[in-house]
């Protein structure tokens, strides 16, 4: 049986001679695993390889094979604007980790899919002052808010007072002063805790990634931090990478960057 779906490259490593396998994002499966039979030659049938393309792919299932053979592959959308700027392949990367974390096989994942093509698509346009962490930061709340793995920032939930400051607590959660327990926790005014639960719940739209202020993107970016870490169990490499590639920036910078978000 074929399947045709629009698909987004995730990782590929190689298999065999002159094959690769390569695991994909789709809006109605969730992740598939495919093999690319000699995707290696000069040869080949399929569009180039692009780690985060956009694909017009068709899987063909074999009955009592594990992994699924990829019959076609055309590329839909490189976002060409990425790789021309460091930052905003290095805040790419992140992404693709993440999502490649928070996703299952066989699962639909509509709203992770488009919300996913819609940062790519964002990041590629974004221009040369624009610091991209804000994409990550945003993209982070969203995908782990409308994935179920993080409740909305709008009520203490312990007792559910919807007034006051909150704090959020190391188990992902936003609690009153009341309700605090001791443990890792942050400080989050009212204002703060209102936008970060519009951001959450907000529509996919241009607006909610850039209508937050760079003031509140830092203060912000450590809550995202403690949500991150609680919600993956493993530390993630692309963090690593994303804070080097950040950090050779502000040196070469010569003023001071007070625009600077990292997470
Ligand atoms: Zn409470």
Not at 12 to 30: D, I
Not at 50 to 75: H, M, N, P, Q, T
């Amino acid at each position: 049986m074929n399947q045709k779906t629009r698909a987004i490259l995730l990782r590929s490593y190689k298999y065999g001679e002159s094959s690769r396998v390569a695991v994909f994002l789709t809006p109605g499966s969730g992740k598939i695993k495919g093999v690319l039979k000699g995707v290696e030659k000069t040869k080949s049938r399929y569009s180039k390889l692009r780690f985060f393309g956009l694909y017009d792919a068709e899987f063909r299932r074999i009955k009592g094979r594990e992994l699924d053979v990829v019959a076609s592959l055309e590329i839909v959308d490189d976002f060409a604007g990425i790789v021309k700027k460091s930052e905003s392949y290095a805040v790419a990367v992140t992404i693709i980790e993440i999502t490649t974390l928070i996703t299952n096989f066989e699962n639909e994942e509509i709203f992770l899919f488009g919300e996913l093509c819609f940062v790519l698509d964002m990041l590629s346009r974004s221009g040369a002052g624009e610091n991209p962490v804000r994409y990550l930061i945003i993209y982070i709340l969203r995908s782990m808010y409308r994935g179920g793995f993080i409740g909305g920032f709008s009520e203490c939930n312990v007792c559910g007072n919807k007034l006051g400051p909150f704090f959020v607590i190391s188990s992902g959660e936003t609690r009153c002063k009341k309700c605090v327990t001791s443990g890792k926790k942050i400080f989050i005014e009212r204002v703060l805790a209102s936008k970060i639960d519009g951001i959450m719940r907000g529509k996919m739209s241009e607006h909610t990634y850039l209508s937050v202020g760079n003031a509140e993107l830092r203060k912000i970016s450590p809550v995202t931090r403690l949500l991150l870490d609680f919600v993956l169990s493993k530390p993630l490499k692309s963090l690593d990478f994303l804070s080097s590639v950040l950090k050779k920036r502000e040196k070469s910078s010569k003023k001071i960057n007070t625009e600077s978000v990292s997470l």
